[in-house]
């Protein structure tokens, strides 16, 4: 079994800064492919960013790439999702999922989810 927990969510001032984590834990998970997601109440899960252990190769949605950076500490199990810049578009609940993906950016080819962190951005 597979768990994922993620922190860092907090309200922000649009264009500061912040770090969400996700530590991971279970079998096989340095063979999965971790990634970000956002949800908004009413909308569809959005692809953020995606990351696989191993290689640490890495792939963004649209809307934050050159403003996000995911990253990941094989030691501590743990990926990061670093968003600068940030915009009041940019609320939602954030959450980690893991898995094998045939598509990076559809939610649901990803198996485990963690339970999210709010992010709010004021204007």
């Known amino acids: 079994q597979v768990q994922l927990v993620e922190s860092g969510g907090a309200l922000v001032q649009a264009g500061d800064s912040l770090r969400l984590s996700c530590t991971a834990s279970g079998r096989g998970i340095e063979n999965m492919r971790m990634a970000w997601f956002r949800q908004t109440p009413g909308m569809e899960r959005e692809f953020v960013a995606a990351?696989?252990?191993?290689?640490?190769?890495?792939y963004y949605g649209d809307s934050v790439e050159g403003r996000f950076t995911i990253s990941r500490d094989m030691a501590k199990n743990a990926v990061y999702l670093q968003m600068n810049s940030l915009k009041p578009e940019d609320t939602a609940v954030y959450s980690c999922?893991?898995?094998?993906?045939?598509?990076?950016?559809?939610?649901?080819?990803?198996?485990?989810w963690g339970q999210g962190t709010q992010v709010t951005v004021a204007s």
């Open positions: 990351i696989t252990w191993i290689t640490g190769w890495t």
């Open positions: 999922a893991a898995g094998y993906p045939t598509t990076s950016s559809t939610p649901t080819a990803y198996d485990y």
